[in-house]
């Protein structure tokens, strides 16, 4: 990654800018917070990358053999005496 | 009510990978985070009566866990993140990814906005929801959410850049121990 963007934070909007930016803002198109775009857009597939990344692990077993025990108890008994 | 609609439960499970995401980035540990969505999975089937059909089925599920974590996490407050529990050891793979380094500067960076931002960030930047949805997950005003989310989204800018400078932050020590392990 570059060095290059390391003074466009602090000398932007002196901490004003979110007066404006919070009725129109969102996430993709982040210039207007005075960050560099290029680090929002950055953040932006970091944060889906992560998540995205436990997403594709789909369920685990012990969720699908949870709801297996609760369909067999069925939804009036008592809600949470396992074991 | 006798039985679940087998269509209500099939929308559970497939809102069951997002929980787990958004579990894992509230608590910073996978294993709290499996806890918190079993925990959410028994309520939500224990209490399916007060959902309205037709309403949203994620939002509704998000809102359960969300309160399971806040009402947790005054108890027991947030542990020091391990690095087998934490974000970025779940990563299977990032072929497509930078670089490793990347990541972790980035799920650092994650871990030191306050609770509330990062979630604010997480549920419209990563689970998709919209701000209006976001607001009634965090039983707040759209206008906050916007403004953390803002707040996050700049102070990770400025953490990031920072770190881009330094190149080796507190990583360091997190790459060691992985390395360790």
Redesign the interface.
């Known amino acids: 990654?570059?060095?290059k963007?390391?003074m466009?934070?602090e000398q932007s909007g002196g901490g004003t800018a979110?007066a404006d930016?919070?009725?129109n803002?969102h996430?993709p198109n982040?210039h207007d917070?005075?960050?560099?775009s290029e680090?929002?857009a950055?953040?932006?597939q970091?944060?889906?990358?992560?998540?995205?990344?436990?997403?594709?692990?789909?369920?685990?077993d012990?969720?699908?053999d949870?709801?297996a025990q609760?369909?067999a108890k069925?939804?009036?008994s008592s809600?949470?005496g396992d074991k | 009510m006798t039985n679940l609609d087998p269509a209500l439960r099939d929308e559970i499970i497939a809102a069951i990978p997002n929980l787990r995401a958004f579990a894992i980035s509230l608590s910073g540990s996978v294993d709290r985070a499996d806890d918190l969505v079993q925990e959410t999975l028994l309520r939500a089937f224990a209490n399916i009566g007060s959902f309205r059909p037709g309403t949203n089925l994620p939002a509704w599920l998000f809102t359960i866990l969300r309160n399971l974590f806040r009402s947790e996490y005054r108890k027991r407050r947030r542990e020091v993140p391990d690095s087998d529990g934490n974000f970025a050891a779940t990563l299977t793979s990032n072929p497509d990814q930078n670089t490793h380094l990347d990541f972790e500067d980035f799920r650092t960076a994650l871990d030191k906005l306050p609770s509330d931002q990062r979630e604010a960030l997480i549920l419209v930047g990563a689970s998709g929801f919209s701000y209006e949805e976001a607001a009634d997950i965090c039983q707040c005003a759209v206008g906050t959410i916007k403004s953390r989310v803002n707040r996050a989204r700049r102070r990770l800018g400025e953490l990031l850049a920072i770190e881009d400078v330094e190149d080796f932050g507190p990583d360091k020590t997190t790459r060691a121990v992985l390395a360790a392990g």
Request: charged share 20%; net charge positive.
């Open positions: 990654m570059s060095g963007k390391t466009n934070d979110s930016t919070l009725m803002t996430l982040s917070s005075g960050l560099g680090i929002q950055k953040i932006g970091h944060l889906r990358a992560m998540y995205d990344d436990v997403v594709r692990q789909g369920v685990p012990r969720f699908m949870l709801l609760l369909d069925g939804p009036k809600e949470s």
